[in-house]
């Protein structure tokens, strides 16, 4: 990001730290204009007087333009919207598993029936149809195709995958397939889960399957959903399953990911000619917290852990330095010749975008733990995150926060992008995912329609700045919108609305939104002055 970060700004705590009760009343004044008394950003983006922290000038909105072909698109992830979740032959998952547990997820409510999807999919991609998306990106749910993680595909599990292609297909919809969002066989956590480095093949195996039964249709593939995520939150932080709180065992999983990310690649490969294959990572720019050259060097290890981890070791077959010392390599279980496992450089590069962080270092913190709040959303917890990394990451409130309690910051989305575009040698990027959840529902003296302008403006302004960062050269193909429809938001249950269709969770209806039929225009237009 270089010279164009906040320099000396130190974000003092109360910023940091807000309960949801400010998070919704501050989204509440942005999205009705309100101009936030004092708060001037410091930030590239010129804030005029009476302009909200981090918002985007209305003149750049109006100027955007996306090329011609540009790819609009949505995501969607198995466990989140399939429902059915021991139909067909499918074995239990590690969200089963976690969700059917007492006090995991908020509500204490389950996956089990979700969105219905897997009985409900035409008509989910008829309704994406009519808002002219093109690209659908979804995820397999492994347990479907293998119950125990092993052995012998389930056909019943392919047909359904195979059913779902097709249906895409003749809506005129590119097919996009995460090969995990999550979803882990339970058999397979039961062996040891991603410590365990022989899952690395089984892996391999499963992406074999895939790509010899969908491999005609399929050409769009990505391993993992959010790598980092599955490693840190599952096996350090303990709040996704399997509920881990070891270090080491984290550092082993993301290992197991790597290698299994490289093994997977060339699995795809070997099976379809016409594979093209990618990453769907989680990323966040980094600003450090302070100009010192400790805390921009913890940015720089942050940048390094949570957004090119498995980037780098895809592209150059090593990790990239996120250690404050010597990196710890024994305990990841790293050995002679895994670079060659590792290297399987990308054909594009795809990643998230939600909000950004600032890091400080925390090298000499003497306690250590993540401070996870909600999802995968870090809180000021005072400690270091992990002994290893020796940060500190949060997410600021300077901006003002959605409902979901994720800080709006539309800059981030070009920082992140250019910086990404510079570091690789300007490869194709896909936006993976992108969105904010906002909990309007249908409004009974609208005759129920669903009027979220605070979303439509979230995707004005970060899709105004992604298309600066096309005109600065970003090689940018597709954009997902997360997601099509209000679904299972993981630890939050059915707390969060990220969708651009109203879901009635009571009667499976659906009901396009404001901001749904908006991205429809804008998908049919290439621009978002509408
Ligand atoms: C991302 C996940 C996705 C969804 C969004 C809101 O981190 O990949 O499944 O939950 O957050």
């Given at each position: ?28 004044a942005?999205?009705a204009g309100?101009?936030?008394?004092g708060?001037q950003?410091r930030?590239?983006?010129p ?21 011609e ?30 969700s ?5 997820v ?17 008509e989910?991609?008829a ?12 995820s ?30 003749a ?14 066989p ?17 892996f391999?195996?499963y ?9 005609d ?15 840190f ?10 509920c ?23 699995a ?20 450090p ?14 940048h390094?852990m949570?957004?090119?981890?498995f ?13 404050a ?5 024994e305990?990841?279980?790293l050995?002679?010749?895994d ?6 450089p ?5 990643f998230?975008?939600?909000?950004r962080?600032v ?8 306690c ?10 870090e ?7 992990d ?14 926060l ?26 194709i ?29 979230w ?31 993981w ?11 109203y ?6 209806k ?5 901001s ?9 237009s290439n621009?978002?002055?509408?």
């Amino acid at each position: 990001m270089g010279e164009e970060r906040d320099e000396n700004r130190i974000l003092g705590t109360e910023e940091l730290q807000m309960n949801r009760r400010q998070f919704t009343a501050r989204a509440l004044a942005a999205a009705a204009g309100v101009a936030l008394s004092g708060r001037q950003s410091r930030g590239a983006t010129p804030a005029s007087g009476n302009q909200v922290p981090g918002s985007v000038p209305e003149a750049l909105i109006k100027e955007a333009r996306f090329p011609e072909g540009f790819l609009w698109g949505v995501a969607t992830a198995s466990y989140q919207n399939e429902g059915a979740w021991n139909e067909d032959g499918k074995g239990e998952s590690i969200w089963d598993r976690f969700s059917h547990t007492p006090g995991k997820v908020r509500g204490g409510v389950t996956g089990d029936v979700a969105c219905d999807q897997y009985h409900r999919y035409a008509e989910d991609i008829a309704l994406a149809q009519s808002l002219h998306v093109k690209s659908y990106r979804f995820s397999i749910s492994w347990p479907r195709i293998q119950p125990t993680g092993t052995g012998a595909a389930n056909m019943k599990g392919l047909d359904h995958y195979s059913r779902f292609v097709d249906a895409l297909l003749a809506a005129g919809i590119r097919p996009w397939c995460t090969l995990y969002h999550w979803d882990l066989p339970q058999a397979l956590e039961d062996r040891g889960g991603w410590p365990n480095r022989d899952l690395a093949g089984y892996f391999a195996e499963y992406a074999g399957v895939l790509a010899k039964h969908l491999g005609d249709r399929i050409t769009m593939w990505a391993p993992f959903n959010m790598p980092w995520a599955i490693a840190f939150m599952g096996y350090a932080a303990g709040t996704f399953p399997p509920c881990r709180t070891s270090f080491p065992d984290f550092l082993k999983a993301a290992h197991t990911l790597g290698l299994a990310q490289g093994e997977a690649h060339r699995a795809l490969k070997a099976a379809s000619s016409e594979a093209s294959v990618g990453s769907a990572y989680e990323m966040a720019p980094a600003y450090p917290r302070t100009n010192s050259e400790a805390d921009r060097a913890a940015s720089a290890r942050y940048h390094a852990m949570n957004n090119v981890f498995f980037l780098e070791a895809a592209m150059k077959g090593r990790y990239p330095n996120a250690f404050a010392g010597e990196p710890p390599y024994e305990t990841m279980g790293l050995k002679p010749g895994d670079e060659k496992i590792l290297l399987a450089p990308l054909d594009w590069v795809g990643f998230h975008y939600y909000t950004r962080r600032v890091v400080s270092d925390a090298s000499n913190a003497h306690c250590f733990g993540g401070g996870f709040s909600g999802t995968e959303i870090e809180s000021d917890s005072g400690c270091a995150r992990d002994p290893y990394t020796g940060i500190r990451a949060t997410m600021p409130t300077e901006g003002p926060l959605t409902e979901s309690g994720l800080e709006v910051w539309p800059r981030g989305i070009y920082d992140l992008v250019t910086q990404i575009s510079r570091e690789y040698d300007h490869p194709i990027i896909e936006i993976t995912e992108s969105g904010c959840g906002y909990l309007d529902g249908p409004n009974e003296e609208e005759q129920g329609r669903v009027p979220d302008g605070r979303r439509i403006q979230w995707y004005r302004q970060t899709l105004a700045e992604l298309a600066r960062a096309i005109a600065d050269g970003a090689r940018v193909r597709a954009f997902h919108a997360w997601t099509l429809l209000d679904n299972f938001q993981w630890a939050e249950g059915y707390t969060e609305r990220y969708g651009l269709i109203y879901t009635d969770f009571r009667n499976q209806k659906r009901t396009i939104k404001e901001s749904g039929s908006w991205y429809g225009r804008v998908a049919a237009s290439n621009r978002l002055d509408l």
